[in-house]
């Protein structure tokens, strides 16, 4: 009788313990919440270099606080300013220090443009005595400390203003602005979205000097998109857009002398059709560095403009057969000889040049990638770096001496490591995941790497995660065409060998991009871990022209995007449906964006390999985008029509045997709603049977409510129902 009870007891522990760890994952956990993973609020490091900042809730529902901390013991030590203080304002959105920290340019009210451009309402917090002043009654962008702190330059309609927080008196130093015409200081639509920039003036260390770069649109051509909201009559959205081989932006450089309430224009006659990607004043408070790049963006000029005389001095060339990225590395030492980042080697490399412009050395070599460029310790000459050394899915954080000596890695663990360094160089924030581990913030010392202490991480998530049956991820490479590439997989928990599934196949692919990586799950691996268990294997390949693996791999779909991309995705695609265990007759794939115009094309030219596919907001055809992006791969449509038309899903739907599903939002202000608009039109006169779904007044990432739910809902549903 005790033995009997004894095994019924354990029976029933087993099968609790295997219920506890099978729970399913559902699409109104995912995009409710129920995964989300703490995270580090932003960080800036104080000036003493032991102390940081944060934004903060108060105690008081709705308000907020800029609070410093230890780095030592993570104490806290005051609240410099706190939004119940301030009667103008409910609540602080976002701060920024004068450079001597002794004024806080407070945010609130803010509005969202674009991608990355606000406009709100910004105040000057006094530290010294908690006095506040309010910079303008509209709306602005942009507004920056003078590096003494004495200043405030900022865009409003277009046009450059200057406060001077002595005076308390506001000088307009440009008068043109003017929408959809002039734009003088912030970016215009292309170079925000595709030179990740929107702050277009820089200060001179002197703080007597502006730089800012002049937009002149005119010549755009306009894009309107209807705003239907609830209104009887939908408005317009109507901005300025060139689409591949349309005109830019005409811009042009120039200097503002505060002292002599003067601005001179800089000489760029010798360039023709030119962008000014980026612009940023040396460690001299006369010298100017401005980064010129060619319409075709393979050749860039780093020049360096003396603002007093106006002459100007090419520093540097780079040139390449395919592109030039940019970045935001040059970096100025105090002799004004500078640090830069190139893949001139064949990968992204740090270099050191004299202010001359002559090289002293390349300072890492190998055949990898550095991936993310930290800053240079003055005190020991030394940099902090981020590279793909130890596997191109992983990222480590390494320092090295300016003379390319005494290289060491300060991260240790398999997986994804990034830092945010103290203001001294002496500590860093250490932020690292794996496909295994949520993410963890640490406090480490730069010397060493050594831990000093954590700071969060994500234990009560994986706690909640041991009740459901969490799909890993099996990390592998295959071989396609000559290359090996990187991919993960994710199977059913009981999976069987002798048995076949259906396959659903994610990707991107766009230039550059990573899939496949080695770091904790997003969202969509969670909607992934959801059709794995109900039966699907779910698989992501990088194929030829993502990045991380050198400049040759990346930039071979040059002037042919979406060729040898989609070669690869059928290609891996056949491989596995040779394995014994696939289905090779219920492949599917999907992507967003860059990843929908491929899901298209694969489907439509890969009819006998693919089942199903699912395109969100794709582009169809490369003439429908935006210059700077896809001239920079492609060149324009009037010198590479063939390029254009070889590869634009609207040319293929011919081919269209499985089922198809076509989502897009409306108020895609990225990728227009008239890439699909264009792609139903031809499938309809093909007479070809798919289904598709438009989300009004949604933009490129479709979310807001119950949107994400929605569309995921639609998808699982029709990848079931045709998979």
């Known amino acids: 009788m005790k033995i009997t009870h004894f095994f019924l007891f354990f029976f029933f522990l087993v099968t609790s313990l295997a219920h506890a760890q099978n729970q399913q994952i559902t699409l109104e956990e995912i995009w409710g919440g129920a995964f989300r993973t703490e995270r580090l609020q932003s960080v800036h490091s104080m000036n003493n270099g032991t102390e940081y900042s944060v934004l903060e809730p108060e105690a008081t529902a709705g308000n907020t606080a800029v609070a410093v901390y230890t780095y030592a013991t993570g104490a806290k030590e005051r609240t410099i300013v706190a939004s119940s203080a301030i009667p103008q304002i409910n609540r602080i959105q976002d701060y920024t220090f004068s450079d001597d920290e002794q004024k806080i340019l407070v945010a609130t009210e803010l509005e969202q443009l674009y991608r990355r451009s606000t406009r709100g309402v910004y105040y000057v917090y006094n530290v010294a005595d908690a006095s506040v002043y309010k910079i303008s009654d509209q709306k602005i962008q942009e507004p920056t400390f003078s590096p003494d702190g004495t200043k405030i330059a900022y865009v409003l309609d277009n046009n450059l203003y200057v406060l001077d927080l002595k005076t308390q008196k506001t000088q307009q130093l440009t008068t043109d602005g003017e929408k959809n015409k002039i734009i003088n200081g912030v970016t215009d639509w292309v170079y925000e979205e595709e030179f990740a920039f929107v702050r277009a003036f820089d200060w001179n260390a002197t703080s007597d000097k502006i730089a800012f770069i002049r937009f002149d649109e005119t010549a755009v051509p306009e894009f309107s998109m209807d705003v239907y909201g609830r209104m009887l009559y939908p408005q317009q959205a109507v901005f300025k857009y060139p689409k591949a081989g349309e005109e830019n932006a005409t811009v042009s450089l120039h200097v503002i002398d505060l002292k002599k309430s003067s601005t001179q224009k800089i000489d760029l006659s010798a360039y023709n059709d030119f962008y000014i990607p980026r612009i940023l004043w040396s460690t001299d408070p006369d010298i100017l560095s401005a980064q010129i790049m060619n319409r075709h963006q393979n050749h860039l000029d780093l020049l360096f403009i003396n603002a007093s005389s106006l002459q100007s001095k090419t520093v540097l060339a780079e040139k390449d057969k395919a592109y030039i990225d940019i970045t935001d590395n040059l970096t100025f030492l105090k002799d004004n000889s500078f640090i830069w980042t190139s893949e001139k080697d064949g990968y992204n490399h740090i270099y050191h040049y004299k202010a001359n412009g002559e090289l002293l050395n390349q300072v890492t070599k190998g055949n990898w990638e550095v991936t993310a460029y930290y800053g240079y310790d003055a005190a020991h000459k030394k940099i902090f770096y981020q590279s793909v050394e130890n596997g191109s899915i992983n990222r480590d954080i390494y320092s090295i001496g300016l003379n390319g000596k005494k290289k060491k890695r300060l991260s240790s663990k398999e997986g994804t490591h990034d830092a945010d360094f103290s203001a001294d160089y002496s500590q860093y924030i250490h932020y690292f995941s794996n496909a295994e581990t ?68 994610y990707q991107y692919s766009g230039p550059g991009s ?25 698989v992501c390949v990088d194929g030829r022209g993502t990045g991380l693996k050198g400049a040759a791999f990346k930039k071979v779909t040059q002037n042919d995007l979406g060729n040898l991309e989609v070669q690869d995705q059928i290609a891996a695609a056949k491989q596995l449906g040779a394995l014994p265990y696939v289905d090779a007759t219920r492949i599917g794939i999907w992507g967003w964006s860059y990843g929908g115009f491929m899901a298209s094309n694969c489907l439509f030219k890969g009819g006998d390999t693919f089942a199903m596919g699912i395109a969100v907001a794709p582009v169809t055809n490369w003439r429908f985008y935006d210059t700077i992006y896809t001239e920079r791969y492609m060149t324009t449509p009037q010198e590479n029509p063939k390029g254009y038309d070889d590869n634009s899903p609207i040319n293929y739907v011919d081919g269209l045997q499985g089922k198809y599903l076509l989502v897009h939002g409306s108020a895609d202000d990225n990728v227009h709603v008239q890439n699909t608009m264009q792609l139903i039109e031809a499938l309809v006169q093909k007479n070809k049977d798919f289904e598709w779904a438009i989300y009004p007044d949604k933009n490129h990432g479709i979310y807001g409510g119950y949107t994400r739910l929605h569309l995921y809902t639609k998808m699982t549903n029709f990848i079931k129902a045709n998979l």
């Open 514 to 538: 990573q899939s496949v990586s080695n770091e904790w799950h997003s969202s969509n691996d969670y909607w992934y871990m959801s059709l794995v268990q109900q039966g699907y294997i779910v």
């Open 438 to 505: 949520p993410y963890e913030f640490s406090l480490n010392k730069a010397a060493t790497g050594e831990r000093i202490r954590l700071l969060k991480d994500n234990t009560a998530l994986v706690n909640r995660l041991e009740a459901y049956d969490v799909r890993p991820k099996e990390f592998s490479t295959i071989a396609v065409n000559n290359e090996s590439l990187n991919m993960w997989m994710m199977k059913p928990k009981d999976f069987d060998s002798k048995k076949q599934y259906p396959v659903l196949m």
